[in-house]
């Protein structure tokens, strides 16, 4: 049997409707059985994750990876929890959206430094921007991701709204992505209603008011 809906709608809204693998996806994700119906799998929550399509067909039949499959679920939904526009508990803590970010690695070595200077970042509220410039495959993504790791545990340490992008078009030809599906993203997501923008730097101008808000 396949899964019920209540099961596919509670997987899919405990992962704020992304794909657990790559945190792309959104709402062109399904749910599939960790251990296959073939190998008598069960119908449950437990044995369920949301894979885009490409996640599936790359991981999702591969046995050796299905204990990684179900960690990297567990993880994503512990950062969903609580904090994904749908769920429940949306009202009562910050807005969450880091799906877009790219996947890492769950083991991650040295970088205290790195991760110092974030916190103190955070902490100084005089500093509005940081930035790291490494080579690609330095580990920024992976320093990102492990840090908001952290500030997720923390309960967000007080941050009201969290917005994660990638401007790398993982998987593709194309080394670089526009800025044009992000700026359209933040304003929907920072909750501008106002009429359409068609300059960009104006674009730019109401979100980072927004932001100041």
Same mark, same amino acid.
């Given at each position: 049997?396949?899964?019920?809906?209540?099961?596919?709608?509670?997987?899919?809204?405990?992962?704020?409707?992304?794909?657990?693998?790559?945190?792309?996806?959104?709402?062109?994700?399904?749910?599939?059985?960790?251990?296959?119906?073939?190998?008598?799998?069960?119908?449950?929550?437990?044995?369920?994750?949301?894979?885009?399509?490409?996640?599936?067909?790359?991981?999702?039949?591969?046995?050796?990876?299905?204990?990684?499959?179900? @960690?990297?679920?567990?993880?994503?939904?512990?950062?969903?929890?609580?904090?994904?526009?749908?769920?429940?508990?949306?009202?009562?803590?910050?807005?969450?959206?880091?799906?877009?970010?790219?996947?890492?690695?769950?083991?991650?070595?040295?970088?205290?430094?790195?991760?110092?200077?974030?916190?103190?970042?955070?902490?100084?509220?005089?500093?509005?921007?940081? @930035?790291?410039?490494?080579?690609?495959g330095a580990g920024k993504s992976a320093l990102v991701n492990h840090w908001l790791d952290a500030v997720a545990?923390?309960?967000?340490?007080?941050?009201?709204?969290?917005?994660?992008? @990638?401007?790398?078009?993982?998987?593709?030809?194309?080394?670089?992505?526009?800025?044009?599906?992000?700026?359209?993203?933040?304003?929907?997501?920072?909750?501008?209603?106002?009429?359409?923008?068609?300059?960009?730097?104006?674009?730019?101008?109401?979100?980072?008011?927004?932001?100041?808000?």
């Amino acid at each position: 049997m396949p899964f019920s809906e209540s099961v596919k709608r509670e997987v899919k809204k405990r992962a704020d409707f992304t794909c657990c693998w790559c945190r792309e996806g959104r709402n062109k994700v399904d749910v599939h059985h960790i251990v296959p119906q073939a190998e008598e799998g069960p119908d449950t929550l437990d044995n369920a994750a949301p894979l885009c399509g490409s996640c599936h067909d790359l991981y999702g039949n591969n046995p050796d990876l299905r204990k990684e499959i179900r @960690s990297r679920r567990d993880h994503w939904h512990q950062l969903c929890a609580g904090t994904a526009p749908g769920t429940p508990e949306y009202s009562d803590g910050p807005r969450v959206s880091i799906a877009k970010l790219p996947a890492t690695g769950e083991h991650f070595v040295a970088r205290e430094a790195e991760l110092a200077r974030l916190d103190a970042a955070w902490d100084d509220p005089a500093t509005n921007v940081i @930035s790291f410039v490494a080579m690609g495959g330095a580990g920024k993504s992976a320093l990102v991701n492990h840090w908001l790791d952290a500030v997720a545990a923390d309960g967000w340490r007080g941050a009201e709204r969290v917005l994660g992008w @990638s401007f790398y078009s993982q998987g593709t030809e194309s080394a670089g992505a526009s800025s044009e599906a992000f700026t359209e993203e933040a304003l929907e997501w920072l909750g501008y209603d106002g009429e359409a923008i068609l300059s960009p730097w104006k674009k730019g101008e109401v979100i980072a008011r927004l932001v100041r808000e």
